[in-house]
């Protein structure tokens, strides 16, 4: 194997150009701009990032396309990235000032740097090439009332880069990434900053912190660069353990470089499918849909037999694990009424009902239908696949499906893990809204008729427009409560509601006792009692905070147990 070096701008450049291509084993780009963040905030200290893994090869090997664009490779031997994909498409795509492209989606990387660092740089981050947590998607924001304007200009004022937002654009000592990289001239950053005189003593620091930003181009990395003789199949077992070594990859992305070295094209195959589901609301990661496919080949949902599957069953079972998501996208729409995965604990609860109604030739009766429909909202609202071993217990609910059981033994299966299937007050005490049971409270509150409590929309997670884009809202606001309370304690679930932007900002930091009247005089009480909310004057101020948590969770409990039918049982 073969050792050289190369500069972030030579490696930008031979992206550009095509002379560095991606091969189809590699998974997608997948960094938030936070991500990226991180990666400058490292280069720009001289940090360690690791290096890069290429093979340069003569042979015809599938291919896919990186984020950015590139023109056609000019030579006839290929240079192809197996490590490193993510910085390098980073790194790319901010210098060049390009948009990162991902699913058919563009959206353009804009970070901000603080001309005004502090000289000690305090904040310390971790950058990885983990994928997990990058998925982009709908999702419950939290109110934006909880951290003072002043509370976060001192902590964007301790960073040296940051994810651009347009009131920081503003300030003349932050500057975009990209113009400076795009320019070798100080004079309109200074200028901007308000230095008209070279002996401002901030001219010469200004100065020389954008030539260190420069000087990432310069920044070299090492490359491995791995042999020519090497076939597709070697390179691809290279690629695995080369990643499982390092823990950088996921167990989905090793499986994926295992099956399209087998079976080739099979990428573009996956993608078109996870694309459709996405264009129905269903955005999921490939790693769910690999998940899919093994479960339909082999019963069991584990990547370790991916090595010895022969491509004929991985083409048979990609065959029918294709209709058996579908069915489970149409399921959760339309039996269960949830029309995004933001909503799900878990996606292994597609898998299953997936291979439920494979195994029925979805063919499935009224009343087998609403047992199904019963044990996905408990699934959900327990936490079926979000405690424990995922994968074991998904395995054991693909079991019970091959030995032909149906929802009641599933039901069962999760009473054995949980105890009981309906739920108790005490069950949602600190709890908050990372939990299951938050997504499912959202589902019963607009069971419910739960409205804005201005514009009396329906809550939903698909509204446009910053004034009325669902959030969830503290009742009692963390101002409030801060020095009385632990933050834990004013994030509990009993403390969240779900309303619109607007109204979230215009409530602000007061207390439920100042700005209840209004809503009621504006929305009546349906505005609360849709939302389980107790609204007795004794309960509304800071002293009461406790006695209400524990009397909004009566409530709460028994309207999940209502939507969820466990009185039925």
Not at 257 to 284: E, H, N, P, S, V
Not at 317 to 341: D, Q
Not at 401 to 413: K, M, S, V
Not at 441 to 466: P, T
């Amino acid at each position: 194997m073969a050792k050289a070096e190369a500069t972030v701008e030579e490696l930008v450049g031979m992206i550009e150009r095509g002379e560095l291509r991606l091969p189809e084993m590699q998974r997608r780009y997948v960094w938030r701009s936070t991500r990226v963040r991180d990666l400058l905030d490292s280069l720009y200290r001289g940090y360690p990032s690791g290096a890069i893994l290429i093979w340069q090869t003569d042979e015809s090997v599938p291919l896919q396309e990186f984020a950015v664009t590139q023109l056609g490779n000019p030579y006839q031997s290929t240079r192809l990235l197996l490590d490193g994909q993510q910085r390098l498409t980073s790194l790319s795509a901010v210098i060049r000032g390009e948009s990162v492209s991902v699913r058919g989606r563009s959206r353009p990387i804009e970070l901000l740097f603080n001309l005004e660092h502090p000289d000690q740089l305090s904040v310390v981050t971790e950058v990885n090439e983990d994928g997990s947590g990058d998925e982009n998607g709908e999702e419950l924001s939290d109110d934006e009332a909880d951290s003072s304007d002043d509370e976060l200009q001192k902590r964007f004022d301790r960073m040296t880069f940051v994810v651009a937002t347009k009131k920081l654009e503003q300030q003349p000592h932050w500057v975009k990434v990209t113009d400076v990289f795009k320019s070798d001239s100080d004079r309109s950053f200074l200028k901007r900053a308000g230095i008209t005189d070279l002996d401002d003593p901030r001219s010469e620091r200004y100065s020389q912190r954008l030539a260190k930003l420069r000087g990432i181009r310069k920044y070299v990395y090492r490359m491995d660069i791995l042999e020519r003789t090497l076939s597709y199949d070697e390179v691809t077992e290279i690629f695995v353990r080369v990643n499982s070594l390092g823990a950088k990859l996921r167990s989905s992305d090793l499986a994926l470089a295992q099956i399209t070295a087998k079976w080739r094209g099979a990428l573009k195959t996956f993608q078109i499918f996870q694309i459709q589901c996405a264009d129905a609301g269903f955005d999921l990661d490939l790693g769910l849909h690999l998940k899919n496919l093994i479960a339909f080949a082999t019963g069991q949902s584990r990547f370790l037999t991916v090595a010895n599957l022969p491509v004929e069953t991985l083409k048979q079972a990609w065959k029918e694990c294709v209709p058996g998501m579908e069915f489970a996208l149409n399921f959760l729409r339309s039996n269960a009424g949830i029309e995004s995965p933001t909503l799900l604990s878990s996606p292994f609860l597609l898998v299953t009902l997936g291979f439920f109604g494979h195994r029925r030739g979805y063919k499935i009766g009224a009343e087998e239908a609403q047992r199904l429909r019963h044990w996905m909202l408990v699934a959900n609202a327990k936490g079926r696949y979000s405690r424990g071993s995922s994968e074991t217990l998904l395995d054991q609910d693909l079991a019970i499906l091959r030995q032909e059981g149906g929802a009641i033994e599933l039901l069962e299966r999760l009473r054995l893990q949980v105890g009981r299937l309906d739920i108790a007050p005490e069950e949602l005490e600190g709890r908050n809204q990372r939990s299951a049971l938050f997504k499912t409270m959202f589902l019963a509150f607009r069971e419910a008729g739960a409205c804005d409590w201005k514009s009396n929309l329906a809550i939903a997670l698909g509204h446009r427009g910053a004034q009325h884009r669902l959030q969830f809202h503290h009742i009692f606001p963390k101002a409030v409560l801060k020095g009385s309370y632990t933050a834990r304690e004013a994030d509990d679930i009993a403390n969240l509601a779900f309303i619109g932007g607007r109204v979230n900002r215009e409530i602000s930091d007061k207390l439920p006792i100042r700005y209840f009247p209004t809503i009621l005089e504006n929305s009546g009480p349906a505005a609360f009692e849709t939302q389980c909310i107790p609204t007795g004057p004794e309960l509304l101020g800071v002293e009461g905070y406790k006695t209400f948590l524990i009397e909004r969770r009566k409530v709460v409990s028994s309207r999940l147990n209502q939507f969820l039918e466990v009185a039925s049982l």
